[in-house]
């Protein structure tokens, strides 16, 4: 199994716009960073976390051109806004993007993109199957043995029948999410981002959490013999929404996985190689043994 980070940045990425730091001039590739997003790849299938503004940028540079799903950790632009270019997956792959994502999500994603539900649809909308998900264990299966996409000029999107007939989509393709052990299990952990409660993922030995600024108790359960665990952290000073630098090495140094990579970050800290040595030196001052290591787009690691 691998998961590769798409991109490691905050809301505004890094660098950010007509800002001239030390960090968002940094010549150092490990300092541009897309807004955060991963992929897993486990037992032949591509599972995206997050599907942000810089989505198209982000699959060209990976040269990903399949999805067998997407998951959405909660419905913030920075983690939606890139939703819509799903539509070049549907044209070249002749499919539906399979997208897991809460109730809540849902509602936004319905008010955010009303075109993509409408009917009759508009022309060119993305066409998504969406799976609604809770805080339980649910599986994703390879998309390919699911209806093809056929698309008709001036019309849209419709499902080619046996008969070769093309009927159009749904606009209620919406149903729960199941767990039939039939695909790859993937395993919710709840967090709280601010006053919001969102969503990260476990699939094996590998765990991706952003955007948290705290975990419920009852979840550290799910974190238990990690080979990898992503955390977000922002800055060195305490924040409303997310982890400070200090919560994020305290929080990875009771979860104990192998190796814990911070992801989120914005330009708040020093350049890759310097914040690197500061982790080091912070937790050798505290006593945390556990590996931490600030990560960076396309990194990618096995398990």
Known sequence: ????????????????????????????????????????????????????????????????????????????????????????????????????????????????????????????????????????????????????????????????????????????????AVNDGKGVQVVPIRGIHGQMPILGFRIGRIAYLTDFSSIPEEEFAKLEGLEHVTLNTVSYAPHHSHFSLDEALQIADRIRAKHTWLTHLSHNFPIHEEFTADIRRICSERGITADIRPAYDGLELTA
């Open 1 to 176: 199994m691998k998961l590769t980070f798409m991109g490691t940045g905050t809301s505004l990425g890094v660098p950010i716009v007509g800002c001239n730091c030390p960090v968002c001039t940094s010549a150092d590739p490990r300092d541009k960073r897309f807004r955060a997003s991963a992929l897993f790849e486990v037992d032949g299938l591509n599972i995206l976390v997050d599907c942000g503004p810089d989505f198209r940028s982000q699959m060209l540079r990976a040269g990903v051109g399949h999805l067998d799903g997407i998951l959405l950790t909660h419905n913030h632009k920075d983690h939606t806004g890139g939703i819509d270019d799903v539509r070049s997956l549907n044209y070249i792959d002749r499919r539906a993007a399979e997208i897991f994502c809460e109730q809540r999500v849902l509602e936004s994603l319905q008010r955010e993109y009303p075109y993509a539900f409408a009917s009759p649809r508009y022309p060119g909308a993305p066409e998504w199957h969406l799976h609604i998900i809770e805080n339980k264990p649910f599986t994703v299966h390879p998309n390919k043995e699911d209806r093809e996409l056929v698309w008709v000029h001036n019309v849209g999107y419709g499902y080619k029948m046996p008969d070769g007939s093309v009927k159009a989509c749904p606009t209620d393709n919406i149903e729960p």
